[in-house]
């Protein structure tokens, strides 16, 4: 049997990274949560999840440096990194990747999870 996939949650609130989680659950997949980029870096790296999802403003370091360094960790190791929200120009912090617009719906998120997930099991 495979293992589960895995999805890094970066998320400030509380009550969203627990959405978030039953969310990545819901698609069959293994949620870590965290509040912070920074936080995150180091799981970029060394818990290789399959999909980071981050929410653009969670990052309150100056010009999202702390977001900037974690999509540049998970592009070392070809994770895709799916941006929830933001200001003006938050897509670029992760290239070609993904963007979500807030207000986002659950059932479409869910839907872009799952995709990017079985897109990373394909390559």
Do not use: F, N
């Amino acid at each position: 049997m495979p293992a589960a996939r895995s999805v890094l949650i970066v998320d400030a609130t509380h009550e969203t990274r627990q959405v978030l989680r039953e969310l990545v659950e819901r698609v069959g997949a293994e949620p870590v949560a965290v509040a912070r980029p920074e936080q995150a870096i180091a799981l970029a790296v060394g818990a290789a999840p399959d999909l980071i999802v981050v929410d653009a403003e969670s990052d309150a370091s100056a010009g999202q440096a702390a977001t900037r360094e974690l999509c540049e960790a998970a592009g070392r190791r070809d994770t895709p990194v799916l941006m929830l929200g933001g200001q003006a120009g938050s897509e670029s912090l992760v290239g070609g990747a993904a963007a979500i617009a807030k207000p986002y719906h659950y059932g479409p998120l869910a839907r872009k999870i799952q995709r990017l997930l079985e897109s990373r099991r394909v390559a």
